[in-house]
């Protein structure tokens, strides 16, 4: 809270009611929006004392990126969090192997499967490794819906496509539009589990916007948009690879190279020297976003190929939007506060707690 104290967290009210409770994420386990839904501490970056607080309140299923936090190599404390879980009776597991052959039995689940966040969807279809190693977002959410569905008390699951945000930082239409149809198989999964079940409540919504991507008018009476922007389906790296590839003295030759093979668009010579400007000392200077970077550069560069614009690198005050399905989604009006959604889950799922609405705390 604003002056120090320490808020239960809405899984705890769950666990506490008899239910199970778990989060599933494409960015690490430990990142803010697993941590908000599961604990409490005072900054959102002290992740290797989040794993710490998960391992005290036992959570029934964890899965995502961070293996970083849990090995005592990586720690700065030299814990081996890793022996700690599956001391305490876990299955800590690391491959999508290990995953999918988990028995369903009572032990809960932690499972980081990257040293950091999961790999941009872009990225994890084109590299048969990450394939074989790393489980989809649909494939962590399936496996964390048959473990937490067990219990006949009912449960809550948070599933996260924290890449969507991650990409829209990075003003990177590849790697945005990819997270989110990984998401959208995500919802899927959980949306024909409510069916079937009838009895659980499906909520889709996101906590704010992120640099206000725009499809723009292209071509004469912008007859070129709807094609400029298909371009898409051929990208094959997210802008995060290629800035990792993208480098001082780098030949005209070798980006031209580059960008084609990442996202089958050819540059031309004026486009080459922008991003080759931006290698040095984030030369690049963009007017709008009043901003200087590799990021922009490559985003302004590749947008104008999809008719493709940002208005800056970070996050928007726009509503967002949310969808409900299930026993109380009827109580969504067509305006809901934030923090009116605790109320409706708890609710709905039978959870007494003494916590106000935002009407009842405001008087």
Same mark, same amino acid.
């Given at each position: ?6 808020? &239960? ?39 290797? &004392?989040?794993?710490? &607080? +998960? ?5 029934? $299923? ?70 074989? &190693? ?24 948070? $599933?996260?496509?924290?890449? $969507? ?36 409540? /499906? ?18 009476? +912008? ?21 990792? !590839?993208? !480098? ?21 010579? *004026? ?5 080759? *400007?931006?290698? +040095? ?54 305006? /809901? ?13 039978? $959870? ?12």
């Amino acid at each position: 809270g604003t002056e120090g104290q320490a808020f &239960k967290p809405i899984n705890k009210w769950f666990k506490e009611a008899g239910k199970s409770a778990g989060c599933v994420t494409t960015t690490r386990i430990t990142h803010a929006t697993p941590a908000s839904f599961a604990i409490s501490v005072t900054e959102r970056w002290l992740e290797d &004392k989040i794993a710490e &607080k +998960y391992l005290e309140e036992a959570y029934d $299923v964890m899965l995502g990126g961070g293996i970083e936090h849990f090995l005592a190599d990586k720690r700065e404390d030299g814990r081996d969090m890793v022996a700690e879980f599956k001391n305490k009776g876990y299955h800590f597991v690391q491959t999508k192997e290990e995953m999918m052959g988990l028995p369903m039995d009572d032990k809960p689940i932690m499972g980081a499967f990257t040293e950091s966040h999961l790999p941009y969807t872009l990225d994890h279809i084109n590299d048969e490794e990450l394939l074989t &190693k790393v489980p989809t977002l649909a494939e962590l959410t399936d496996t964390a819906i048959q473990k937490l569905s067990k219990n006949k008390n009912g449960f809550i699951l948070q $599933v996260e496509g924290g890449r $969507v945000d991650h990409a829209a930082h990075s003003n990177d239409i590849g790697g945005l539009i990819y997270d989110q149809v990984a998401l959208d198989d995500a919802i899927k999964v959980a949306v024909d589990f409510a069916e079937k079940d009838k009895e659980t409540l /499906v909520i889709i919504t996101t906590d704010h916007g992120n640099a206000s991507p725009s499809l723009t008018g292209s071509g004469r009476s +912008y007859s070129e948009s709807t094609e400029d922007f298909k371009k898409f389906h051929n990208f094959k790296r997210s802008n995060t690879v290629l800035m990792e !590839k993208l !480098k001082e003295n780098n030949s005209s030759s070798y980006i031209k190279e580059l960008i084609s093979d990442a996202t089958g668009i050819e540059l031309d010579a *004026k486009e080459i020297e922008i991003i080759q *400007k931006a290698t +040095y000392e984030s030369f690049y200077q963009d007017v709008v976003r009043n901003q200087r970077s590799l990021i922009v550069a490559l985003s302004d560069v590749i947008g104008k190929h999809l008719a493709v614009t940002w208005a800056n690198t970070h996050h928007t005050s726009d509503f967002t939007e949310l969808a409900a399905m299930g026993p109380g989604s009827e109580r969504l009006g067509g305006f /809901v506060r934030n923090t009116e959604l605790f109320q409706l889950m708890t609710s709905a799922a039978g $959870v007494e707690t003494n916590v106000p609405s935002f009407a009842e705390a405001t008087g």
